[in-house]
């Protein structure tokens, strides 16, 4: 069966063709949802996900750098996990610091936070909102699709189905090294020291300002030792 989520070679934007990049990260994400839904484990399809995507400031190329899970694909996938990987709402605490709603979750396996606030969160309840976020985020990561760039449509109020993101290639570029990079070493633990130590880094974070050249390296021995796991 085909699984393309919608893709295309161009997409119109404001009636503008613009060309169609698939970054690594993309390409990451459609491979693990498409063994997940062939798998039939979950109960996906393809209309649970939608593709993620985000045009250069110049408005020149549209660029695909994820893929969206909906809310309910969500629930599909809690539905089936065993047990005691499953969210449940006895593992779950609530606070209000000000304006902002907190959804704590702790199995003593994981522990993830669902916020929302004015900031970012527009619709009229706040707690339903901060819920969804923490219940997604820690199915998605019992699921390991947290770890491939499969994001829930409740993580951000850019995520709805359609909406476009406009960022400059610079921002764009950097953001997508830094997710690919927190994702391997939250898989691969053990390799952390030995590559901040090898490009003096201290976080995750920078990986910014290192030369195109060392981000391409490092990217590279991840994906290979991705590849042989």
């Known amino acids: 069966m085909n699984h393309n989520f919608g893709e295309k070679k161009t997409e119109n934007v404001k009636g503008v063709e613009l060309p169609v990049w698939q970054t690594p990260k993309y390409a990451q994400s459609r491979d693990k949802a498409i063994e997940m839904i062939e ?3 979950y109960g996906l399809t393809d209309g649970d996900f939608w593709i993620l995507m985000n045009t250069y400031a110049n408005g020149k190329k549209m660029m695909y750098t994820g893929l969206i899970l909906s809310h309910n694909g969500c629930l599909k996938i809690n539905d089936r996990l065993d047990s005691k990987d499953q969210c ?3 593992y779950l605490t609530w606070q209000r610091d000000g304006d902002t709603i907190l959804v704590f979750y702790n199995d003593g396996d994981l522990f993830e936070v669902g916020e929302a606030s004015p900031k970012n969160c527009k619709n ?3 707690y339903a909102m901060a819920l969804k976020r923490c219940q997604d985020r820690v199915i998605l990561k019992k699921s390991k699709l947290a770890y491939y760039g499969v994001y829930s449509e409740v ?3 850019e995520f709805r189905q ?5 960022y400059n290639n610079e921002e764009i570029l950097n953001n997508t ?5 927190d994702d391997f070493l939250f898989r691969f633990p053990q390799y952390q ?3 901040f130590e090898q490009y003096k880094m201290t976080k995750v974070e920078d990986v910014k300002n ?4 060392v981000v391409d390296e490092i990217i590279t021995k991840a994906k290979n030792i991705m590849g042989g796991k």
């Open 39 to 41: 798998s039939g484990k």
């Open 88 to 90: 449940k709402g006895q």
């Open 124 to 126: 009229d309840y706040p």
């Open 155 to 157: 993580e951000a109020e």
């Open 162 to 166: 359609n909406e476009i993101r406009e």
């Open 177 to 181: 090294y830094q997710s690919f990079l």
């Open 193 to 195: 020291k030995s590559i």
């Open 210 to 213: 290192l030369p195109a050249e």
